[in-house]
């Protein structure tokens, strides 16, 4: 098991410095941004409605709300190419299903993106093959 953490860990080492992406990435530490839509589970884009938000540090964590539950996760960016580790998240139970779905759908996302584009106030997070996943709007 422990080796099949280290195979990964240098093979994720490895594609970061290919791809130059660096801990904090670029233009993302310190911003803060409010879900408002992602990719359903039907393949459709879907509207938030349950406040997730992401804030970006310098130190390549990042942290923010799911909806009901807080959760936090490592990132490297750079170069329009980002990589986010599986976010840990407390286990607080939301009475509202609708929540705890686009909730599960937002946690899932986030690690599935490998691209992002930052344009004024929107971030655009994209998958491996380009397609939007999700997109925030700049919290003032």
Known sequence: MKRNFLITGVLLLATLLATGCVVGGGDLPDTSWRLISYLGDDGQTVRAAAGGTISFSGDGTLQGSAGCNSYAAEYRAGQG?????????TEMY???????????????????????????????????????????????
């Not at 190419?81 to 998240?89: K, L, R, W």
């Not at 939301?94 to 759908?105: A, L, N, P, Q």
């Open 81 to 89: 190419q980002i990589v986010i580790s599986q976010p840990v998240a």
């Open 94 to 140: 939301c009475m509202d299903e609708s929540v705890m779905e686009e909730e599960r759908r937002f946690l899932f996302l986030i690690t599935q993106a490998a691209g992002y584009s930052l344009d004024g106030d929107i971030l655009i997070f994209y998958q491996g093959d380009g397609r939007e996943i999700l997109a925030f709007g700049r919290m003032i």
